[in-house]
């Protein structure tokens, strides 16, 4: 655990994004330091995957800027874009596999276009890969005949095949058994061990959260109300905190909806 | 959970409805001033609520200062539960008694405390009062604006797409290339010969009913020959397609971009207009011209058909009128604006695609917006193909 240590890897700065009349991000600021596992929760619809998705530069921000190593990806050329996100490795809520190719041509997809290893070489990471998501005999296979969580744990393998810098997941346990998803949680500490490499995930599942950060984030009403180690979480009183980590159907979580 | 609705599940219950009552509601006699109301049975909303009746008659013998609401085997519940409760506690405040219903299951304790935390607050209605003229004026430009600017962008995309493939260095597989050639060259065949040699049949009908008061019937193979090779199988083609390729096209793309796999892709730094938009372009682009190619002479049998069989002229002299008639000028058109037709719909169905919203429903939209798109620009271009040919004298 370095929060204290690494310098800012990812750095959010009042980052606003509505879409239509529906504001989903209202002033996010978020300092991720390198080398850490900072999880952010909150509950569906509260604009986790958006957050995501503007690290990434999927999305543009309506205002307020996205810095990884002090540069500023919110305005990026497409082009430039592009080779930042060589550094960035993501995985998708339902895994967002492409449909017309093999697990095995999914997870090479990355390999061959960018890593410059050859077939045999591309083959073993593949195989490396599938080995530490625990998926056997299903290089062959084509995604629809895959169950859903075997195609998340795919998505996984894809995001880790480049070795990326910087690790972003979506949702990556839901949906999985208990011990897969001790197996994924466990794989992303072992990842972040390397103090070089970064990773911010998704979730909303406390078990996992706990499992997977040395730092919680907890966005609400497109803003985040808490930032810090997971002992912090656990005894913050922040009632929207305190509401989601009892599993309280009363309070401001709901109040919000009602 | 209004009260009015009470009165209509409640009201009046049968002989039937008094038997059933018993079943799932009874209401003990009133022990130190307390009355147990026990509630057995299924509870839900598709069968009357029971009545109210014996716990207002335990109320109105009076000294009663506390109603107990216990769970006396509680079968399947819904919200119907917390109406009869909350009507309950309406009428236990009148008679100043209170409730208790802490011996209750905790799902309907918890639902009961958010119900009453709701209470009293007013319902927010978003009522959205219809802006001005001027406001949705300047709404319906700003929209027009940035559609025309993203139609640009997606423009801009293609044509660096195309500018790498040029010199060797798109990004995308060959074998969705071959993939779309298949699905929309050799696969089209039957759909497109049948359009055509009815659009011919019916040309040539057409002409010979009026060419025949003239004495003109040879002039039916002119009118059909120069209508198909220049523009008619072009556009019957592109129409055809558009309403089977342009769609499959926006639904593939719209599907992907649905389950993200375009949001990954981008991930991957590989722009979707190079690997999805080019090849199902080029596709369309080298496939449309055949395509038109074999549907002039398809359209030109129809012709023929009339020609022999309405009009009784040989294979051979309707064959050398429409020789006669045409020059590789009139071939020339109609194959280039089969190419631009074939690329203006693929680019459509792919617009359509990967502008698609993430639902199921919006790539439904999506599919049928590539269509019309597809059609609108196809005959758009056809006016302007022809205002340059007027032009340039061919």
Not at chain 1, 73 to 78: A, N, T, Y
Not at chain 1, 105 to 127: K, M, Q, T, W, Y
Not at chain 1, 189 to 213: F, P
Request: with cysteine; glycine share 12%; net charge neutral.
């Amino acid at each position: 655990m370095n929060q204290a240590g690494g310098p800012t890897k990812i750095s959010i700065r009042g980052l606003h994004k509505a879409f239509g009349a529906k504001k989903v991000l209202q002033g996010v600021d978020l300092e991720v330091p390198e080398g850490s596992s900072t999880v952010i929760m909150g509950g569906s619809g509260a604009g986790k995957s958006v957050l995501l998705k503007h690290v990434i530069g999927l999305l543009r921000p309506d205002a307020g800027e996205v810095l990884v190593d002090g540069g500023d990806i919110g305005h990026l050329h497409e082009g430039d874009l592009n080779t930042v996100r060589r550094q960035f490795g993501m995985s998708f809520q339902e895994g967002a596999l492409f449909d017309s190719m093999s697990v095995f041509d999914n997870i090479a997809f990355p390999l061959r276009r960018h890593s410059g290893l050859d077939p045999d070489g591309v083959a073993e990471r593949v195989r490396e890969c599938l080995r530490i998501v625990n998926l056997h005999d299903v290089e062959g296979k084509m995604p629809a005949e895959l169950s859903g969580g075997m195609r998340r744990r795919v998505g996984f393998a894809r995001a880790i095949a480049l070795k990326p810098r910087i690790l972003l997941f979506d949702e990556p346990t839901t949906g999985l058994d208990p011990v897969m998803t001790a197996l994924i949680a466990d794989t992303i500490r072992a990842l972040t061990e390397d103090e070089t490499v970064t990773a911010l995930t998704i979730t909303h599942d406390l078990q996992a959260a706990y499992a997977i950060a040395d730092r919680i984030a907890m966005i609400f009403q497109g803003r985040i109300v808490f930032c810090g180690p997971p002992e912090a979480f656990q005894t913050n009183t922040d009632p929207v905190v305190e509401q989601f980590r009892t599993s309280n159907p009363i309070g401001p979580w709901t109040e919000a909806e009602l | 959970m209004h009260r009015t609705d009470r009165k209509r599940t409640v009201g009046a219950p049968g002989a039937s409805g008094e038997a059933l009552d018993a079943e799932r509601l009874r209401c003990g006699p009133p022990e130190n001033g307390e009355v147990r109301v026990e509630l057995r049975g299924p509870w839900t909303l598709d069968r009357p609520l029971p009545s109210l009746g014996p716990v207002e008659a335990a109320l109105a013998r009076g000294g009663v200062e506390r109603l107990r609401v216990t769970d006396g085997g509680l079968g399947e519940w819904d919200s119907s539960v917390l109406v009869y409760i909350e009507d309950i506690e309406a009428m236990a405040a009148e008679r100043g008694a209170l409730v208790d219903t802490g011996a209750l299951p905790r799902g309907i304790r918890t639902l009961l405390e958010l119900a009453r935390s709701a209470r009293g607050r007013p319902i927010e209605r978003v009522e959205q009062p219809r802006p001005p003229l001027l406001v949705r004026v300047g709404d319906r430009a700003v929209w027009a604006w940035r559609g025309a600017v993203d139609g640009l962008e997606f423009g801009g995309e293609v044509a660096a797409a195309v500018w790498r493939f040029v010199r060797g260095r798109a990004r995308y597989r060959r074998s969705d290339l071959l993939l779309a050639i298949q699905q929309c060259g050799a696969g089209a065949l039957p759909i497109v010969s049948l359009l055509n040699f009815l659009v011919g049949l019916i040309l040539g009908f057409v002409a010979a009913t009026q060419l025949r008061e003239w004495g003109a019937e040879i002039f039916v193979a002119n009118l059909v020959g120069i209508g198909m090779v220049r523009a008619l199988a072009a556009v019957v083609t592109g129409v055809t397609m558009a309403g089977r390729t342009g769609a499959s096209f926006a639904a593939q793309l719209g599907t992907m971009q649905v389950n993200e796999e375009i949001d990954a892709l981008r991930t991957f730094g590989i722009p979707p207009a190079e690997f999805l938009v080019l090849p199902r372009m080029m596709a369309l682009g080298l496939m449309m011209p055949l395509l038109a190619l074999y549907a002039v002479v398809v359209g030109l049998l129809g012709g023929a058909v009339v020609g022999i069989s309405l009009l009784h002229f040989t294979l051979a002299e309707y064959a050398h009128q429409t020789y006669r008639a045409l020059d590789l000028t009139d071939l020339g058109v109609g194959i280039f604006s089969a190419a631009v037709f074939g690329v203006l719909v693929a680019l459509a169905g792919c617009y359509k695609g990967l502008r698609c919203g993430r639902s199921a429903a919006a790539v439904g939209e999506a599919t049928t917006s590539a269509v019309v798109i597809g059609i609108v620009s196809i005959v758009v271009a056809m006016a302007f193909i022809t205002w340059g040919c007027n032009i340039l004298g061919i």
